[in-house]
């Protein structure tokens, strides 16, 4: 099945969109169609990347299902992102068209990046316009031989030790995720599936709408999280289906009140490790348990996931239906129980690659098994517990901060000599970026100036909220910095 095809699945007559905007699953098909042709007709073809740039929206749904029915691959942009990170994803993928909500001035960036490619800005607001006004001649049915296996997306993603790297996920990775989900989570045609995390991000996309949309569901979308607008939004649309990250889970348990989740029959946690005191406060204040999962984007992205009639606290739950999940060591050799190692997956989750990097796909795909970089253990049952990361990977609100990016701005600052960037425990976000720097001689650190330096090169959410001036860094004896000792020292 194609990822396009799950809009067939929900009765004509029954609300794909519900909330703001009720669109039925029929008015559904109808839009993808009329982007479809629009885009065609713009010159989107088979095989072509296309970014997409926008906040949660129904059109948002119009224009990736378009863009993947013709056999071109989407590229979701965060929308976070500043012009220095928009354009680097635009050259890294050879974009030659880029949907967005608004035109971006991103020409003179690509030029100083080196990207001389022409690059056709779509404005969904025009395109929503001219489709209403106007009917595009149809575009061509995909042939025959474009099958499942073809790419449909890159979600661009980094670790510690470079640029951002797009995973390439195929229709085959994208559906199987859907399911196998589905088969641990029994959403039905009946629910009402909260979409609230980005669209852009895999945990968002595959979960809140794709598993929704393969059930027949309806998706009640709003364009981000606001805690009080929120409880209302599934109070009023009564959605029965939640999906968060740790920190809206904090927020949901302040502010909320017992009569707001009357309706929810599940709420799913993901993109970070969920605290346990989390997890019990909301669990006394609402009677109902969080069902924690784990996943990554080269995953497509969900791997684990409690089962409903008994989920673990601190547990990220068991593997999947159709995946081999293990825990092996340095040289990939399983583990027994209640031995730390390495998680590795392998199934028809796991993507083709990273675009363009066959050195990076080859250390992460090894004999079909996908290294995940995350230490964990499994118990007797066969429920895996996240301890640590073998990246220095943060994570803040769901989103990733790679701190290698920000110490390579910082070294590029005035008057500092040496950087390093670690997460620290936040009670809201569940981390945040605090920043270690050594000041050349006689250099005075201006903690704004610093700021407003990285907000022209970085997105808002990375930024350090902590400048920590020392005399040094520790070192081991060949000059690496130790991350560990400023971790322990920031306890």
Not at 374 to 387: C, P
């Amino acid at each position: 099945m194609f990822v396009h095809d799950l809009i067939l699945n929900g009765a004509k007559d029954r609300l794909a969109f519900a909330g703001k905007d009720n669109v039925s699953y029929g008015e559904l098909q109808d839009q993808v169609n009329n982007y479809r042709n629009f885009f065609y007709t713009a010159g989107i073809r088979r095989g072509q990347n296309v970014g997409l740039f926008s906040r949660n929206s129904v059109e948002f749904v119009y224009c990736y299902m378009a863009i993947v029915s013709l056999g071109a691959v989407v590229v979701p942009i965060n929308f976070q992102l500043t012009v220095r990170e928009i354009a680097f994803i635009v050259k890294d993928a050879a974009m030659s068209h880029l949907i967005t909500m608004e035109e971006l001035t991103i020409a003179d960036e690509l030029t100083r990046q080196g990207y001389k490619q022409p690059v056709v800005q779509l404005i969904i607001p025009a395109v929503k316009l001219a489709v209403e006004k106007e009917d595009f001649l149809g575009a061509p049915v995909l042939p025959t031989d474009f099958d499942e296996n073809q790419t449909c997306v890159i979600i661009y993603t980094s670790g510690t030790t470079g640029s951002p790297k797009g995973a390439m996920l195929t229709h085959k990775n994208l559906v199987s995720d859907a399911t196998a989900f589905r088969e641990v989570l029994p959403v039905t045609a009946e629910d009402n599936v909260l979409c609230v995390l980005p669209m852009y991000h895999c945990f968002s996309w595959t979960c809140a709408v794709l598993n929704a949309l393969l059930c027949g569901a309806a998706i009640t979308i709003l364009e981000t999280f606001a805690p009080k607008e929120t409880i209302a939004a599934i109070t009023s649309y009564k959605v029965t289906v939640v999906y968060a990250v740790p920190p809206m889970y904090n927020y949901f348990t302040r502010v909320g009140e017992g009569r707001d989740f009357a309706n929810v029959k599940y709420f799913i946690s993901g993109g970070a490790s969920l605290p346990e005191k989390v997890a019990q406060q909301f669990a006394n204040k609402y009677g109902k348990k969080i069902i924690e999962g784990y996943g990554l984007s080269e995953a497509s992205p969900v791997v684990t996931l409690n089962p409903v009639s008994k989920p673990k606290y601190c547990s990220i739950g068991k593997a999947l239906p159709g995946q081999d999940v293990r825990v092996v060591d340095a040289e990939g050799q399983p583990l027994p129980p209640g031995v730390v190692g390495e998680i590795a997956v392998r199934g028809p989750i796991v993507m083709k690659g990273y675009f363009n990097l066959p050195a990076e796909s080859a250390r992460a795909l090894k004999d079909n098994w996908l290294y995940t970089g995350d230490l964990a253990y499994q118990d007797s049952e066969g429920y895996f517990f996240i301890v640590d990361r073998l990246k220095d990977l943060i994570i803040s609100n769901g989103e990733n901060i790679y701190p290698r990016e920000i110490e390579e701005l910082l070294y590029a600052y005035p008057g500092i000599v040496e950087a390093s960037v670690i997460g620290v425990d936040d009670e809201l976000r569940g981390q945040v970026a605090r920043a270690y720097i050594v000041l050349a001689e006689g250099t005075r650190f201006n903690k704004k100036a610093a700021r407003e330096y990285l907000q022209d090169n970085i997105a808002a959410y990375k930024i350090p909220r902590d400048f920590c001036v020392v005399d040094e860094l520790p070192k081991n004896q060949t000059g690496k910095i130790l991350k560990r000792v400023l971790r322990e020292q920031a306890v």
